[in-house]
């Protein structure tokens, strides 16, 4: 089994920043891609951003600037650090990511985590 914990969501004004983590523990092999999405109140989720093993990273295009994915591969770590918030940034934001738990296999299956809510005030 595989874990994602997150962690870093709270309550922040209009223009602050927060940094939200998410741990992935368990039977991992390695972790192919790790990413952030968003959910808001009466909207899908969305895409927020994601990383590859590699480094390289894909960005919601409203978003770039202000938001940042990085990765710890050793830690199985990924975080967002989310500059200039703003009242329309308020949604649960989850983690995702694509795990290998073969070393006979190349391809990963896909891993939530909980959730953690994220709320600007204007």
């Known amino acids: 089994q595989v874990q994602l914990v997150e962690s870093g969501g709270g309550l922040v004004q209009a223009g602050g920043s927060l940094r939200l983590s998410c741990a992935a523990s368990?039977?991992?092999?390695?972790?192919?891609?790790m990413g952030w999405y968003r959910q808001a109140p009466g909207k899908q989720r969305e895409l927020v951003a994601t990383?590859?093993?590699?480094?390289?990273?894909n960005y919601r295009e409203s978003l770039k600037g202000r938001f940042t994915i990085s990765r710890d591969n050793v830690k199985n770590t990924v975080y967002l650090q989310m500059n200039s918030l703003k009242p329309e940034d308020t949604a649960v934001y989850y983690c995702?990511?694509?795990?290998?738990?073969?070393?006979?296999?190349?391809?990963?299956?896909?891993?939530w985590g909980q959730g953690t809510q994220v709320t600007v005030s204007s």
């Open positions: 995702h990511a694509d795990v290998r738990l073969f070393s006979t296999s190349p391809y990963g299956y896909d891993y």
């Open positions: 368990g039977s991992i092999f390695s972790i192919n891609a």
């Open positions: 990383t590859t093993s590699g480094g390289r990273t």
